[in-house]
């Protein structure tokens, strides 16, 4: 038995934080309460941190098969342990692509070998991501994928986007869409607007990202069925998502937190671990992401974890990859610049990072609660301290928050009631 | 004075004015070198610079090697096609390779924005940017300045007009970078869809009207339009743009009376200006490749120095 004592609990169902004692059995909270006096052979004392559900990730990268240099299974799911996530779902463009009843199993089996947090695959909606023919979504279902995705490859095609949204529906599979329309992104670097000319790269227009999130709300207002728009990251976005749920629309969304922490004049120096896609964006865009989070239009935070080799990032801004690594500081992040700054209560976060994103996926996670798996952090709130992407779990040490000061830090992870970080150390 | 000691000159941006007087001025006396018989200096005896282009270039390069040879430098030529950059050697190996082999200054040409910066991080050598795809050309810009300073005496309150392809011009950008600092003032005309947003914020003033652009200004500067805006849609046709901004001796009555005319080339005929403009008595365009030589000269002196002090 282990015990989690003293500890500032949100346990994801009430509407107030409580001190109590957590008891956990054989993976599962038994009890929670004050002064709970069991003999527990293991006792971590929370006294003065907060005692969370375990963060649930929508939207990772894993990087296996196929990509291992960049991260795989075990480096990864260390990471996210380490970033305070017990579940997470992960995108399907390895390579192979995760497009087949085969793949799901694959990365699931893998997941239960090497992994240390609970992997949920999203399987790709087109063969290949080609965005040609849809994938057997039945298959996918019952393998386990819990979400479709060409995330990295947008459905050009607004036909097949369509017969992919309304067959989805009819197997009740979720459609995650990368919103990009790359004829408008055409050789574009970072985002349009001022920085990109002072520093002579060519830019992308907010557009290339609102087209497309107009497209998918209108095709999913259309099939009245649901889709979850991927890393959102302009004013324009927020605001036609915001306009598409007072109207119905069974749209879901998820922002990254370098979406509400960083602009494109972090780009400056030709910065490749500034660069990402969606690029970054304003001051102003920054403002209506937190606005958006704040009323309730972006439901969920999601990392967009992407790590690369530090060959993909050390090269001319133009060949550099896109993504940045970040399992390690999405809590930090979040609550530095989201609930230091008043935009949401503690429990608003918590439900942003565990809860909300879990239903969107369906999957049984994101509370604390007696009879349930017992996947919990604890986190230090007072905790100051300077982001060192050398000390990151994950294989990409691609961040731009690298030496940044941030507040509030992951100290413990379990999952399944097994302790998989102890005082920052992942000790499995 | 030593107001520039820096490693490299990857741009204007950032540049103080007191650095953009030492080159300038020091270019004054590169030029009487370079234009004295024996063309002749040992400032540079003993180092070695190589010219790195991932980009055709003849003049650029031709520019950057007579300087350095007029002030007694080794010199070499490395010339990579522009497709291999994403396939072959990566940059930062290729200019540790040449670092190994005692090279003092890479005078580095490159299709991508922010390459020169990049090199600059990993080797110790001095790295000039000859321009960084649609970035900034640096030299182009100081040797511009010079031509300007030199026939008008000063770069305070002159009006210059920048007319062209602006979005894709890295001409365009060092000179706005450098003129403003200068106490220039810079207008900027062009199509809208050649238009980088904000420019204005970095300082020029934007037109759409060629004309008033033009009018009461002391430079035109025209720039090379590349015949590949029009096949990617930006321009319905030359002949069209050539209508809208054509630099042309009716519209060069709006300028003052003896009003500049300059080009960085390589020059369309007929496309951005006119013929009987280049060749025309208030045309500087062959002697801006003159200067070209003296600045290059000056900044060679003026990053090698450094080291030279720090032995000394």
């Known amino acids: 038995m282990l015990c989690i004592k003293n500890g500032m609990v949100v346990d994801g169902i009430s509407d107030v934080p409580y001190k109590a004692d957590i008891l956990i059995d054989k993976g599962k909270v038994i009890d929670i309460r004050e002064n709970i006096e069991d003999a527990a052979e293991e006792v971590i004392d929370a006294a003065g941190k907060w005692v969370l559900p375990g963060l649930v990730d929508a939207h990772c990268h894993l990087r296996e098969p196929g990509f291992e240099y960049k991260e795989d299974i075990s480096s990864g799911t260390r990471s996210a342990a380490a970033g305070g996530f017990t579940s997470v779902a992960c995108m399907a463009n390895t390579n192979p692509v995760v497009d087949n009843g085969a793949m799901v199993n694959y990365i699931k089996s893998m997941a239960m070998v090497k992994g240390v947090v609970k992997v949920y695959p999203i399987a790709a909606v087109t063969k290949g991501q080609q965005g040609q023919e849809l994938t057997e979504m039945r298959e996918l279902k019952e393998a386990g994928a819990v979400a479709l995705s060409d995330d990295g490859k947008p459905i050009m095609n607004p036909h097949l986007m369509k017969l992919a949204l309304q067959y989805a529906k009819g197997l009740d599979m979720l459609i995650i869409s990368h919103c990009e329309d790359l004829s408008l992104v055409g050789d574009g670097l970072m985002n349009e607007g001022y920085m990109s000319t002072v520093l002579g790269l060519k830019g992308i227009t907010r557009a290339a990202e609102e087209v497309m999130v107009a497209r998918d709300i209108i095709l999913a207002e259309v099939l009245d069925a649901p889709i979850h728009i991927a890393h959102v990251s302009t004013k324009g976005s927020v605001e036609l998502i915001r306009q598409a749920k007072r109207r119905g629309v069974k749209v879901t969304c998820e922002t990254a937190p370098h979406y509400f922490s960083a602009t494109d004049a972090w780009v400056d120096g030709y910065d490749t671990n500034a660069k990402v896609n969606p690029p970054l964006r304003t001051d102003e865009d920054v403002a209506a992401i937190k606005q958006g989070l704040k009323d309730g239009t972006i439901d969920i935070i999601a990392t967009d974890h992407a790590p690369h080799h530090r060959d993909d990032k050390e090269v001319e801004y133009s060949l550099a990859a896109n993504g940045i690594s970040g399992f390690e500081t999405a809590f930090s992040l979040a609550y530095t610049h989201l609930v230091e700054t008043g935009v949401l209560s503690i429990q608003e976060l918590v439900h942003k990072m565990s809860k909300g994103p879990a239903d969107i996926l369906k999957i049984d996670a994101g509370t604390i609660e007696i009879g349930k798996p017992a996947d919990i952090i604890v986190v230090d709130l007072h905790r100051t301290y300077t982001v060192d992407v050398s000390k990151f779990y994950s294989k990409g040490k691609n961040s731009p928050f690298h030496g940044c000061t941030l507040k509030g830090k992951v100290m413990h992870t379990i999952v399944d009631g097994k302790v998989i970080m102890k005082n920052e150390k992942i000790i499995v | ?312």
Request: glycine share 8%.
């Open chain 2, 1 to 312: 004075m030593m107001a520039l000691n820096r490693k490299d000159l990857l741009g204007l941006r950032g540049m103080t004015r007191a650095e953009l007087e030492e080159i300038l001025s020091t270019a004054e006396d590169m030029k009487s070198i370079l234009l004295s018989d024996t063309k002749k200096a040992s400032y540079l005896q003993g180092k070695s610079v190589v010219m790195l282009f991932y980009e055709n270039s003849t003049r650029t390069r031709f520019s950057f090697e007579f300087a350095a040879k007029y002030l007694g430098a080794h010199t070499a030529s490395v010339a990579v096609s522009s497709s291999s950059v994403a396939k072959g050697e990566s940059l930062i190996d290729t200019g540790k390779t040449l670092q190994s082999m005692g090279v003092d200054v890479i005078v580095l040409r490159h299709p991508m924005s922010g390459a020169p910066h990049l090199l600059a991080k990993h080797v110790s050598a001095s790295v000039i940017n000859a321009g960084d795809g649609i970035n900034e050309h640096p030299t182009q810009a100081l040797l511009d300045m010079f031509t300007i300073r030199q026939k008008k005496g000063t770069l305070e309150g002159v009006k210059v007009a920048i007319i062209g392809d602006i979005l894709h011009s890295r001409v365009a950008r060092s000179n706005v970078w450098g003129l403003t600092t200068m106490g220039a003032e810079v207008r900027v005309a062009g199509p809208t869809t050649l238009m980088p947003p904000d420019i204005e914020k970095m300082g020029a003033k934007v037109f759409y009207r060629v004309e008033e652009a033009i009018k009461g200004a002391d430079v035109v500067m025209g720039l090379r339009l590349q015949r590949e805006r029009q096949q990617k849609g930006l321009l319905p046709s030359l002949r069209e743009y050539t209508h809208l901004f054509g630099i042309t001796q009716e519209r060069m009555r709006l300028a003052k009376a003896d009003a500049l005319i300059m080009h960085p080339g390589p020059v369309n005929r007929g496309v951005e200006i006119s013929s009987d403009l280049v060749d025309g008595e208030h045309s500087v365009i062959n002697e801006q490749v003159t200067n070209g030589v003296a600045i290059r000269m000056a900044l060679l002196y003026l990053l090698t120095r450094r080291n030279r002090d720090a032995v000394h």
